[in-house]
């Protein structure tokens, strides 16, 4: 039923259509509480922390995947080339940060042999492709000084989401949208948006193959454009083998995703020449249930997102089908380059 209904929203909230039209008067009063909210952190009324570094928030306000987690991989590899020391806070999204236990929220260090089930799959992907400090925490700022004070040579933080995390100050916000642009441009439930298209920003990111001007125009901002870049599979139980895409060509191929928008990890393997039967899984999705069993497939393709999960599992680790498909964000290098001088002009505490 969940998914059910998630998918007729998702599929609402492209078009101002009848049941968006009945949400709109619910989306004035969630706009209204969001604004107000924003003003008090604004005003002082409500409680936001400054930290001694700079910190660069990568987030959306289109509820869902957008590709944040190959966006932050990017700009950690790009503040690193620049000279700088960067660290990674994260809420942990499907780790334990987002439990009921005792220990749910308090910040926890992404650490090599982490289970994705205590600090997330993305914070894990992230440490594990940049080598930055990673630490997950529900309360921003809280994670951003355990991780100072456990690397204190880090000089600036990327906040993995957390856009909305207004208790948490920041010195660059880095809005990020898709293909799918705005929707139908209304704020939550009439339509995708957390906060309307018109939220200030420092500069904006789509993460789609074509820009087109009405794209553009749609996000505002100047957008730079991210383009997702995969074009070589590793085998899940050995990541030294490697093969071109195009090997699998002519196979049977079951491409599975658990991440916010699956479609695009599909369509970037057909733009690869491969035919796939999709196998989309729930967002942050745990593989106890091993959905791969019972496939009759030769090859199955997975993201690396989900890759961290299926690694830790015994059972779907020694499944010689699976092979992971790692990609890579390509964007404008004047990107990484205003960031810097941005964090650089920063005084630090």
Not at 313 to 325: A, G, S
Request: proline content about 7%.
């Amino acid at each position: 039923m969940a998914s059910s209904l998630e998918s007729t929203l998702t599929r609402a909230w492209l078009r101002r259509g009848p049941l968006a039209m009945a949400l709109w008067p619910l989306s004035l009063l969630f706009r209204l509480l969001a604004a107000l909210r924003a003003a008090l952190f604004r005003a002082g009324a409500l409680r936001s922390e400054r930290l001694p570094v700079p910190v660069i928030v990568v987030g959306n306000i289109f509820i869902g995947g957008t590709g944040k987690t190959p966006l932050t991989i990017w700009l950690a590899e790009q503040l690193m080339a620049a000279g700088l020391r960067p660290g990674v806070i994260s809420r942990g999204h499907g780790g334990k940060q987002d439990g009921a236990d005792a220990g749910a929220g308090a910040p926890r260090e992404v650490l090599p042999g982490s289970s994705a089930r205590a600090v997330g799959d993305e914070p894990l992907l992230i440490a594990a492709r940049t080598g930055c400090p990673v630490v997950v925490g529900r309360r921003r700022a809280e994670a951003g000084r355990r991780l100072l004070a456990l690397h204190p040579q880090v000089d600036v933080l990327i906040a993995d989401d957390g856009l909305q995390h207004y208790a948490l100050q920041r010195d660059v916000e880095v809005l990020l949208f898709d293909g799918r642009g705005v929707g139908n441009g209304w704020t939550l439930p009439a339509g995708p948006l957390r906060e309307p298209p018109s939220r200030r920003r420092d500069f904006t990111v789509v993460n789609a193959p074509e820009l087109g001007a009405d794209l553009a125009a749609a996000v505002g901002g100047a957008p730079f454009r991210m383009v997702l870049a995969g074009d070589t599979a590793e085998r899940l139980a050995d990541a030294g083998e490697r093969r071109p895409l195009a090997d699998f060509r002519g196979r049977r191929i079951v491409a599975a995703a658990g991440i916010g928008n699956p479609g695009r990890f599909f369509a970037m393997l057909r733009a690869a020449g491969l035919q796939v039967q999709e196998l989309a899984l729930p967002d942050h999705h745990d593989f106890l249930d091993d959905p791969f069993r019972a496939l009759d497939a030769d090859v199955i393709l997975v993201t690396e997102k989900d890759a961290v999960k299926c690694r830790q599992l015994e059972n779907i680790n020694n499944d010689p089908r699976l092979w992971v498909v790692p990609v890579a964000a390509r964007i404008d290098s004047a990107l990484a380059a205003q960031i810097v001088e941005k964090c650089r002009g920063r005084p630090t505490a």
